[in-house]
């Protein structure tokens, strides 16, 4: 999934929705010099299905990234996930603002 989006400066949350829990990764800061302005960002967050590793449970890779639009540097973060039971989930990537 991939989406353009409009962020204010300042600290945010970045985590993942999975199953039913919400797993925060870690903060980030976005433009802390110019803190009242804001910039568009492409969010990008997938699901990667991975080759068995051996213990018999399908494996995932999650990807995530923030890419400003025009110039600037992209933060982006992986994550594997083991699958130990079969059935629907719900995922997604969140960004919760600390302002």
Not at 28 to 54: K, R
């Amino acid at each position: 999934m991939s989406r353009n989006i409009i962020l204010a400066d300042g600290r945010y949350t970045w985590g993942t929705i999975f199953a039913s829990g919400y797993y925060p990764w870690f903060d980030i800061v976005l433009n802390a010099s110019h803190p009242a302005t804001s910039a568009e960002y492409v969010w990008t967050h997938c699901f990667d299905p991975q080759s068995d590793n051996g213990d018999g449970d399908p494996g995932y890779r999650e990807y995530g990234s923030l890419d400003p639009v025009g110039s600037g540097s992209t933060i982006s973060y992986h994550e594997d996930w083991d699958l130990p039971w079969s059935g629907t989930f719900k995922w997604g990537s969140y960004l919760d603002p600390h302002f």
